[in-house]
Structure formats: C-alpha cells, structure tokens
C-alpha cells in the first residue's frame, strides 16, 4: 500500500517570530491578516556564541559560490535576460536544512557550499542578516513610497529601504519538532502561522501570495502558482527581500538618449541609455571593466562587470566567487563617463530542476528525502519537496533601483591608473546588488539584450 505523501512548501517572502495556536478561516480574497503568537514552550539552551569574522567571511563566500553556481544554470536555459536573489534562495533553504538529516542533509549542504558547522551555520546566517537588515525584521509591509510609481525617472526622493523577513506557515495539528520552530523563531525571526492547508488549499495559497505582495510593494505578485499548494501540504517557509535607493548620485534625465546596444545573438538596436560624468568605484581586470554605482545608503552599491568584447560567454562560464572577489577588490575611485542602459528584468522560475543538478536530488523525491527534523517522530516522515518557486524584479533608472525577490520551495510531506575612464556598456553585461562591508550578493543577473529589457 502506497505511503501517504505529505507536501512540504518552501517559498520566498517577509515575516517575523511567533506561533499561531489556532487555524484562521480565510476570506474568499485571503485577504484577512493571520496573527502570530508566541509559543507556550521554548526549548532550552544557551543562545549560541557571536558569529566570528571568520565564520560571517566562510559564510558570504560560500553563498556567493553558490549564486555563481545558480546563475550559470539558470542561464544555460535562456538565451534571454536572467535575474535571481541568491540571497534570498539561500536563506530559504537554509530554513529547511534546519530540518534536513542524512544523505538530504549533506547534499543540501554541498550545493549550498555551507561551509560552517551546523550548529554554527543559523547563528551567522542571523547575524548576516543583521548586518545587511540591520533595522530588524518585523510584521510591518516596507514603508509606502514617497513618489508616485506613474513618473519611475522623477523619483529622486524615494525613501531607502532594505527589508528581509521570513515566515513558517503550518498545517494545523501536524506535529512539528520543538527544536526545528526554536531555530527557525532564533535565528531567523521567522513568524510562525498556522492554516488549513487540508481543508483550504487554494485559499491558503492565495493568502501567501497576498503576504508577499504586500511585502514587496507588490513587486511580487502569485509566488505560488496554481496547483502548487495542495490537501498534503503540510508547511510553507518563506523568505522575501525588497530594495528600494537612489543612486548617491542620481542620473539627468535630460541626458538619457537612444544609443546602440549589440545583443548576445549579434543583433543591433538602439536603447535608452543613461549617461553620467562622475567620480565612480572603477577597475580594469583581465580586459573586463568594472563599475560600481554606489546607492544613497552607501553601504550598498550595483557592480557592472562589463566582460571583453566576444568574451562573455566565457566569463559567465568560469566567474566564480574568487574572481568576483578579486573583481570587488579592485575597484578604486576614479572620474568617469559611464554610459549604461536603463533596464527591467523580471524572472518568475522552479528551483527544482536547477537545485537537483547541482547536487541536491534526494530533497526532491519522497523514496530518498530526510526531514525528520522538521517533525516529533521516531523515523523518517513522509515529507520531500516538491518545488521550489523564486520570482524576482529589479528596475534600473535614473532615479536609483527597486529590487523584490521571493523563494519558495513546495515538498511532499589589480588597480588602474587613477586617469579618468570612460565605459560604454553597450553589449552583453553582469551585474549584482550587494552589501559592501560583507561582500553579500542580494541580487544577481545578466542583460544580455538590452531592448527586451526597456
């Protein structure tokens, strides 16, 4: 007789701590906020040592290792424009290997290049985090923008914002293990809610995504498609991250003109393209030229990695995180003309297949997945993933970047010469979003067509 299969769903959005004790009946728009309440019980224990500098270092490099890893196979499947949060998808994931054992356990930690001790891993993601949000994670949605979204190129004054949350959304009644919530309400402020995935699938679904739109000022809309969350769906872990800046120094509009841009594919067209003079973070490594914009918050900037002409397929094939780094450390300030496309890029993708061919298989198939963590029992429960959804938005104009990304995963059961510069970007290029004083990537991707992106 076939094993009942329960469904485990992981998904990308904002939260904070707490246990819900009772089911909520949703609306119809699963529009109704769902409360979170402090758990009666916690485990004991003494709260873990304060990450070393060693171990946040371990930990932002094996993350980037890992996003160069996800990049190049989600990019070995479009010949298009490709955008992910590696920062995002991480920390996802990370909330379940909290839950992963054995063969599960080592796999996820091979490919999420999770060099760090288990026991100290969550402790430094937290204070990763703490770094990079340091204002904290809380129920509110991001404050509500300043500027009106009808005129994007006469936002100069929006108001700086960087917010990660994440969230455990529960199926009532289903015996989840106390040390996995303590993990989960430690380290990653992780609002914990229960609903009737049982009795209410499509609502509860509906409800989430409804969470995480609002958390992304909308930015990120039907995270869980249809059919995704189903009567054996027995949680959903979400994780979301929304940027919002103007550059430090803000483009002219006046000055963004139609300019040509050759694509991947060797094809031609004429995009608007920004132009600005001005002092910029600037390196010339191995004939790629780097720039770094920095945002008005200067603890975050957007790196342009512009490879050499006819190089980029090889530089996207063989960048790892040592050369990212090294590309990062090179960067010096110097007077420049930077001429850069305005861009969009948005992505809405399964995980599933990526994660399994970069070595993590098990997690998705009920015969070999072990989360026996995630739940009080004496063997292996019937829990595997199902798929892992990851939508993500990012606008580039001269006002600054908005950027919103959430992860979800559904389971069963060398300086230059200090002369001025002048960098064209007009063919196929890379860029990230990151937190300087880390190095930690929030956003990565690539515009290899510069007219599919206006």
């Not at 094996?62 to 499947?77: E, K």
């Not at 841009?261 to 920004?274: E, I, N």
């Not at 938005?393 to 959430?406: H, I, K, Q, R, Y």
């Not at 860029?431 to 690539?446: D, K």
Request: proline letters at 8%; charged letters at 25%; a negative charge.
């Amino acid at each position: 007789m076939p094993r009942r299969r329960a469904l485990l769903v992981l998904a990308g959005s904002l939260a904070s701590a707490g246990l819900a004790g009772c089911v909520s009946s949703l609306p119809p728009d699963g529009t109704e906020e769902i409360p979170t309440v402090v758990p009666e019980t916690t485990p004991a224990g003494t709260p873990a040592a304060t990450p070393s500098p060693s171990e946040l270092q371990r930990l932002v490099a094996g993350n980037t290792a890992f996003a160069l890893d996800l990049h190049r196979r989600l990019a070995a499947a479009t010949d298009g424009n490709a955008m992910a949060s590696p920062y995002s998808v991480s920390t996802a994931l990370a909330m379940t290997y909290a839950g992963a054992s054995g063969t599960t356990a080592e796999e996820m930690a091979r490919t999420l290049r999770l060099d760090l001790p288990r026991e100290r891993l969550h402790p430094t993601v937290a204070a990763l985090d703490e770094r990079v949000d340091p204002e904290g994670s809380d129920e509110a949605t991001p404050e509500p923008r300043t500027t009106p979204t009808a005129t994007p190129h006469e936002r100069n004054d929006v108001p700086f914002t960087v917010a990660t949350m994440n969230a455990l959304w529960m199926q009532s009644g289903y015996p989840f293990a106390d040390a996995f919530l303590h993990t989960l309400g430690t380290y990653y402020d992780a609002g914990l809610r229960t609903l009737d995935f049982e009795a209410e699938p499509d609502r509860s679904r509906r409800r989430i995504n409804r969470w995480v739109a609002d958390r992304t000022e909308d930015r990120i809309t039907d995270l869980l498609p249809e059919g995704s969350v189903t009567p054996l769906t027995r949680f959903v872990l979400t994780n979301a991250v929304y940027f919002l800046s103007n550059w430090a120094s803000t483009f002219e509009r006046d000055a963004t003109e139609p300019r040509e841009f050759t694509a991947l594919d060797g094809t031609t067209s004429r995009v608007a393209t920004m132009f600005q003079r001005h002092p910029y973070p600037y390196a010339e490594v191995d004939g790629h030229r780097v720039v770094e914009l920095p945002y008005e918050n200067r603890e975050f900037g957007m790196v342009v990695v512009l490879p050499p002409e006819g190089g980029f397929r090889e530089t996207e094939r063989s960048l790892d995180a040592t050369g990212l780094r090294r590309l990062f450390d090179a960067l010096s300030e110097r007077e420049g003309a930077l001429y850069l496309p305005r861009f969009t890029v948005e992505s809405g993708l399964n995980l599933k297949d990526a994660l399994s061919a970069l070595g993590m298989p098990s997690a998705f198939a009920l015969d070999t997945a072990d989360f026996s963590g995630v739940v009080e029992s004496s063997g292996r429960p019937d829990l595997f993933l199902q798929g892992v959804y990851h939508r993500t938005f990012l606008e580039v104009a001269e006002w600054g970047t908005e950027a919103a990304a959430a992860t979800g995963a559904v389971g069963g059961g060398g300086g230059a010469p200090n002369d001025p510069f002048e960098m064209r970007v007009d063919r196929p290029f890379l860029f990230c979003i990151r937190h300087r004083p880390t190095g930690a990537v929030l956003f990565l991707g690539r515009v290899v067509d510069a007219a599919a992106a206006q």
